[in-house]
């Protein structure tokens, strides 16, 4: 198949590991959270001197991220503990 343009992979996984050692904890209903998120992602991207998405790509993917935490946090299923 064609090859992605983005590590996405790649940036969430940075995410995952930012929230494992406690250096975010997003609350998804807290406002600016999914601008956080994004410029978290974007600077991962720019730390890795790879091209930068879009703001609209980068938002998409927040807001998938920040609707995936209020899932999992509505499940009463901590994973974190």
């Known amino acids: 198949g064609r090859r992605r343009k983005h590590d996405w992979d790649g940036a969430l996984l940075n995410l995952i590991g930012e929230a494992e050692r406690n250096e975010i ?18 600077e991962w991207f720019t730390s890795q001197g790879a091209d ?12 998938r991220v920040l609707d995936n935490d209020r899932q999992i946090r509505g499940s009463n299923n901590d994973f974190r503990t």
Do not use: C, F, W, Y
């Open 52 to 63: 930068i998405p879009s703001n609209s790509q980068l938002q998409t993917m927040a807001r």
């Open 25 to 42: 904890v997003p609350d998804p209903e807290a406002h600016g959270a999914q601008a956080d998120v994004a410029k978290r992602m974007a």
